[in-house]
């Protein structure tokens, strides 16, 4: 499941690049730290490792970072306008993704 998230990331980020929707990006990053930051505190309240937790963090640190330095290109409106979009889109592939592991086992 870890792989899958970073594989459609990796795409959406490249389709994203070349059509030059940088705020359909940093919507979904937006959504995406959040996850992170559930998987942290999962972590935390199990005291356990969460599969690509270590990623997770790496990349919500680089988004950070890239958004404090592109704040002056970022159209805020835009991006909260993409987010019930991306909120819908992640929790799809989320379900979709729990349907296809637990159909597997």
Avoid at 42 to 66: R, T
Avoid at 70 to 81: K, M, S, Y
Wanted: aromatic share 14%; glycine share 4%.
């Amino acid at each position: 499941m870890v792989l899958e998230e970073y594989l459609v990331l990796l795409i959406i980020a490249v389709i994203c690049y070349k059509k030059q929707v940088i705020n359909f990006y940093l919507a979904l990053m937006l959504v995406y730290n959040l996850h992170i930051l559930v998987h942290i505190v999962q972590s935390l309240v199990l005291k356990s490792y969460i599969p690509g937790l270590f990623l997770g963090i790496v990349s919500f640190g680089l988004v950070g970072w890239l958004m404090c330095w592109q704040i002056a290109a970022i159209n805020w409106i835009r991006v909260f306008l993409f987010l019930p979009l991306v909120v819908t889109a992640i929790v799809a592939n989320l379900v979709l993704i729990h349907q296809v592991d637990h159909w597997k086992n």
